[in-house]
């Protein structure tokens, strides 16, 4: 496809990019005043000696105007009047694929340099953007769309550019991360947790995004083009919700040694497979992920002649996310050559097949015979059973107990939990959650 179909009509290129701005400064222009725009705008005026803003863009813009943005500055809802000036670097935090993709092709089009935090962009389209910033020589920069204020892309670029990266693994949500630490640690219930995370700036515009495991699939997709050079559709990342943890998994990870955070892992297989997948998982309470805490985000990357790296931080709010988002503007402001990527693989199988040990929580209208029913499924399926824990106190109308299953592989322990899925004394369906030892977790569909 070439570059000229993927936008409207032919975009007038800008006759120089260099920062050409009132005393050469790096003009900008910032394109949604959201949670983060808003704290970007304040870094950006905070940065006036190398950049200034020259235009906000916001739908129905007048209800957004705010006194400390300097007079200067152009409030408009026109993406046509925003590309029209001069400007050096187009910052899209609007979010959401559509008309965000559309204007940050139109930017790079016209040789226009481009900042952002969309990762639901950057995961689907981000090869193509990477292409079309290539064909007009300028950059499109996203540190922001992962791990928040946590500068891992750059890292991957540039800090461990001398190695062959194999896995990249860690708590890519801060959403998430918030909901358990605050339901493990102060017994918060679930939706109040989610509120609060609202309210701080964490979550995105529909929370589905960050509870069911969406957010962190986009980012894993971008983590995996940028560090394990695999280009994997992100729908193909399997994802499970953290929505269906209870306060009562908290008392029985703890009992296993274990809590539960949301792991997002992807795993190089040669050149043709990339195994990954996002969900809750047990992960043992002496593992460094175990002491994430809140919005915190923990990246951790193999490689296979640096071993393991850990980078750690804020992963969501306003702040720490424009954080990004300025340290990508001032990279192109001192006159950084765009990034030369190596292509990344386009046609590798993705899949979540691994062999790790298992918690499965059974809530039952309880009678005699259940453990023997679950026991000879198990059994049947060459699956190993840990142990049995039930906790007393609960009605034998609402039961719940659980079930660790030592090391077997992800296809048994589905199709195992297919079958015991069936029986009649469910109360509600069951909860499986990988446990984290060391390899990577694998997914499991219950
Ligand atoms: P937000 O608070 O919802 O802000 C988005 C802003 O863009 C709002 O002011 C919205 O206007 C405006 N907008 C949305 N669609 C628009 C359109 N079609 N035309 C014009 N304006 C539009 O979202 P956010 O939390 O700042 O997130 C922005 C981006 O950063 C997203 O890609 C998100 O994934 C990413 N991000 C967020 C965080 C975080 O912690 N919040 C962290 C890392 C990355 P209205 O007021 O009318 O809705
Ligand atoms: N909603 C996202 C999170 C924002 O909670 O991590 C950062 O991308």
Redesign the pocket.
Known sequence: MSLQSLVPGPEPKVTSRVSTGAEGRCRVAL???????RSAARLLQDAAREVELVAI????VDR?RVDWVDGAVRWT?SIEEVLDRPIDVFIE????RS?AEDWIRRALARGISVVT???QVIARDGASLLDAAAANDCHLRFE??VA?GVPVIRAIESGLAGDRLTRVAGILN?TCNYILTKMEREGTAFADALREAQAL??A??NPSQDIDGFDAQAKLAILAMVALGIQAPPDAIATRSIATVDGVDFRYARRLGCTIRQIAWAERNGDLELCAGVGPTLVPLESPLAAVNGSENLVSIQGRFGGETTFGGRG???DP?AVAVLSDVLTIARGARPAVRPRAERSARVSSDAATPYYVRFTVVDRPGIIAALASVFAKYEINIDAILQEPGFPASQRPFIVSLDAAPSAAVNAALAEIGAFDFHLVPMLAMPVLDGRAPAEVTA
């Open positions: 394109a949604g005043f959201g949670t983060v725009g863009l916001n739908r129905d957004k809802d935090l609007i979010g959401g008309p935090a969309n990762k922001a769309a928040g801060g700036g964490y995105e515009a969501a709010g306003g996310t």
